[in-house]
């Protein structure tokens, strides 16, 4: 077994390593998985995506994590966290996401992976507040948000898909530790 930094009861958590560019580029170019992204990723934008979380891992202690399914090693995509330094009206802020291979969806990972990484978010990291942004039509990513327990907060039209009228009306989530 890889050596994970925190584990789900089917999923392992760990930081990139250059053998997922393949794979992650795989999942990044499929235009199912980018139904509501403005394009699919080329495969430099993946690597350099896969560096800039390497780079955010060693400076926060988090990322949007490389995951594998425990019982295969399979790599099936990420779930976790990222810094958003200034892309938008409320940034900076902590955001929960995720992008899973199709072949792996409908399983429940992205909702069990994504409660993990809540739970790693407030009680090893001491992270007070996570976000989460869609496109109002993204209904799965939304149904995954409200099954984690976030809250909606408001809408907004997000200024770098202004004019794609399928995807600018986007929505925030939210979530805060739970203080007692
Ligand atoms: C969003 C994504 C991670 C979900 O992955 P997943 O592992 O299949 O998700 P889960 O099985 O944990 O939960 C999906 C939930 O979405 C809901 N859902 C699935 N298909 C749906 C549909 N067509 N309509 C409404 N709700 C739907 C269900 O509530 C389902 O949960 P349940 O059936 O177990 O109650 C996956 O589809 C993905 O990688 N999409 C592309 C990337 C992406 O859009 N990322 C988010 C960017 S904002």
């Given at each position: 077994m890889a050596d994970y930094i925190f584990t789900s009861q089917r999923l392992g958590f760990r930081n990139w390593v250059s053998a997922d560019v393949p794979?992650?580029?795989?999942?990044?170019?499929?235009?199912e998985v980018m139904e509501f992204f403005p394009y699919e990723a080329t495969p430099a934008q993946t690597k350099t995506f896969i560096?800039?979380?390497?780079?955010?891992?060693?400076?926060n202690g988090y990322c949007?994590?490389?995951?594998?399914?425990?019982?295969?090693?399979?790599?099936?995509?990420?779930?976790?966290l990222c810094y958003q330094k200034n892309n938008l009206s409320?940034?900076?802020?902590?955001?929960?996401?995720?992008?899973?291979s199709p072949k792996h969806w409908g399983n429940g990972f992205a909702t069990e992976g994504a409660k993990r990484c809540l739970q790693y978010a407030f009680e090893k990291l001491k992270l007070k507040t996570?976000?989460?942004?869609?496109?109002?039509?993204?209904?799965?990513?939304?149904?995954?948000?409200?099954?984690?327990?976030?809250?909606?907060?408001?809408?907004?039209i997000h200024p770098k898909l202004l004019g794609n009228k399928y995807l600018e009306n986007c929505v925030c989530y939210s979530v805060s530790k739970k203080t007692s």
């Open positions: 794979s992650m580029t795989e999942i990044s170019a499929n235009k560096e800039r979380m390497q780079t955010m891992f060693t400076e949007y994590f490389a995951v594998d399914r425990i019982d295969t090693n399979e790599f099936i995509g990420f779930i976790g409320f940034s900076p802020y902590i955001d929960i996401g995720w992008r899973l996570i976000l989460s942004t869609a496109p109002l039509a993204n209904i799965k990513s939304i149904a995954v948000m409200e099954k984690i327990g976030m809250s909606k907060k408001f809408e907004f």
